[in-house]
């Protein structure tokens, strides 16, 4: 699929989800907001995310009661579609769940006001060994410019992973209108490497290192080549969400930040969290990977950075004016920030 066509698939999709959401998700402050102190307001929440080794300090602030220091109970619903997610956010399905930078500046361009209110795994380092790209083996492809013309695996058409290839792509020389994009899961994409299916795949762990071990060639780390010293991977919720529970969020917010630097302090007891919060062997977990060591706090640059690249890959002009309207610094809950 060509970047014309999924940036017009992509417009549509969140398109729908914002005239089905708008009233949701706009309630104005109730009494009490700002308050956020005490107990929580909703001690049970569903969390949708999307599975991946990333998620190893949430499963160790379950795992080690942390969430439930804070008056919390999370009920976990794995979710591979980050539109969906954005969609629930909107409807109150979920009342926390995942999506990248990307996905909450292009939300608010369109009018959903969601809100980032944590990272997962802090601030990205130089040595970041989250998101990277792979190349099939035998497929000749040694770096981005090799991309031109040919089929990339990605978890969503229009998502973090694909614009910071087609980036990556481009500043390597490669014309990216060119490159076909299939969407996949994380855990289809060493399979589809392996048969041909795809010439390469934007992949997370543990999925990388099936790929890895099967001859796959690694062009590069995509978040520590354009988003170093900023958070890119984001708990979130709704405005109106927000409005009716600050003390909800301040105890996840505060949570979360614990669980971070506790899953920092033990990796081994966090890739151990893994085994039962994703359901993956013990040796898998070993081989985890995310941003340890990263800085908790967000700040506004990963949403000036996406909004800058959406800009540029955008083939829509009425896209390109509401991203270029939005004020980012709306886009996140004050108390994330550093």
Known sequence: MSRPTARKLAAAAIGLIAAASLVACSSGAQPGAGEESGA???????????????????????????FAEHGLELEITPQTDIAAIVSGLASGTYDVGFATVVHVVTANANGIPIRAITSIEGQI??????????????????DFADLEGKRVATIGLSSHNTLTM????????????????????????????????????????????????????????????????????????????????????????????????????????????????????????????????????????????????LVKFSTDQSAQAALEALDVSTVVWPGALE
Do not use: C, H
């Open 40 to 66: 929580p307001e909703k001690a049970t929440l569903t969390v949708a995310i999307n599975p991946s080794t990333q998620f190893a300090p949430l499963y160790y602030g379950i795992q080690e009661g942390i």
């Open 125 to 142: 380092q130089p040595d970041d060994d989250g998101t990277l790209t792979i190349a099939a083996p035998g497929s000749g492809i040694t």
């Open 166 to 309: 087609w980036e990556l792509a481009d500043r390597a020389g490669a014309d990216t209108s060119s490159i076909e994009l299939v969407q996949l899961p994380f855990g289809q994409m060493a399979a589809a490497l392996e048969n041909g299916d795809v010439d390469a795949a934007i992949m997370q762990w543990p999925f990388a290192a099936e790929a890895l071990a099967a001859g796959g060639v690694e062009l590069g780390y995509n978040n520590r080549e354009l988003f170093v010293d900023t958070a890119t991977t984001l708990f979130n919720t709704s405005q109106g969400f927000i409005d009716q529970n600050p003390r909800t969020v301040r105890a996840f917010a505060d949570a979360m930040t614990e669980s971070m630097l506790g899953a920092t302090e033990d990796p081994d007891a966090a890739k151990a969290a893994l085994v039962d919060g994703l359901g993956i062997t013990a040796e898998q977990a070993e081989g985890a990977r995310w941003n340890i060591g990263g800085d908790p706090a967000l700040n506004l640059t990963a949403f000036e950075t996406a909004r800058d690249l």
